[in-house]
């Protein structure tokens, strides 16, 4: 079951991860714990700030560099499940309510907005770490809320 599973996020994510390394979608699926490397990169990607064989600290750079990510990080350290709120949110412009806006998009209510908008499960802590299948999970589910989604057939 676990395997049919991956085989259907992998269908769904690699189309909407467009052209990005195989390798990189594979080690995120194993992941049990997303890393900051590993988010930026999905979404510096997505934005074509870096090229597909980009490396994670580039793409942190990248995102340090247009203000995406307020910090740089270590790109090893997993990454709480309210930060990668913040970066999704930030790559596909999430509007947001009221909160959001005033405080220009922090995770807190990055995080609130999207559990609001049904994409992060009603039981997760912001501060909780994530798998990659569900952090890619959420990814998907954000496409298809918030953008298009590219599938590369």
């Known amino acids: 079951m676990k395997k049919l599973v991956v085989l259907f996020i992998s269908l769904f994510v690699t189309g909407s991860v467009f052209a990005q390394s195989a390798d990189v979608i594979t080690e995120i699926l194993n992941s049990k714990e997303m890393t900051y490397g590993q988010a930026c990169y999905l979404c510096a990607t997505y934005q074509k700030l870096i090229p597909d064989e980009g490396s994670y600290d580039d793409a942190i750079e990248a995102l340090v560099n247009i203000n995406q990510l307020p910090s740089k990080v270590d790109a090893s350290e997993p990454i709480p499940l309210g930060n990668l709120a913040f970066l999704f949110a930030k790559i596909w412009n999430v509007k947001g309510g009221i909160f959001y806006r005033i405080t220009k998009g922090s995770p807190r ?14 039981n997760k802590d912001p501060s909780s770490k994530i798998s990659g299948i569900d952090a890619l999970n959420i990814y998907t589910s954000c496409s298809f809320e918030y953008g298009k989604i590219e599938l590369g057939i």
Do not use: F, M, V
Request: net charge negative.
């Open 109 to 122: 209510y990055a995080y609130k907005q999207l559990k609001a908008d049904g994409i992060i499960d009603e």
